[in-house]
């Protein structure tokens, strides 16, 4: 009983860590409201802050928002929401990828 909690615990942190690197390693954040080159540079300042954040892209025709996440880390997309929706911008959608 024993040996089995242990490879079911050790199977759930494989698969976790797993998880974490290969879908979150890119997030795209479809957002309203991004229109000039300010807009751009203050979501690069407050998102490119996080410790998770390797770079950031702001596509300002696209209205979209990359962020590429260090290897192994990863950002929760209500932590994302929250930074982008506080500096006065609406996520319309999210999507995950890889850098």
Known sequence: MKKLIIISVALI????????????SSIYAYVNGLVCEFCARALEKTIGNQDEVENIIVDLRKKVV?????????????????LINDAGYDVTEIRYGKK
Request: no cysteine; charged share 30%; hydrophobic share 35%.
């Open 66 to 82: 990359i962020v590429e996440l260090f290897d192994g880390k990863s950002l929760k997309e209500e932590k994302l929401i929250s």
């Open 13 to 24: 942190l494989f698969f976790e860590k797993t998880y974490s690197n290969n879908t979150n």
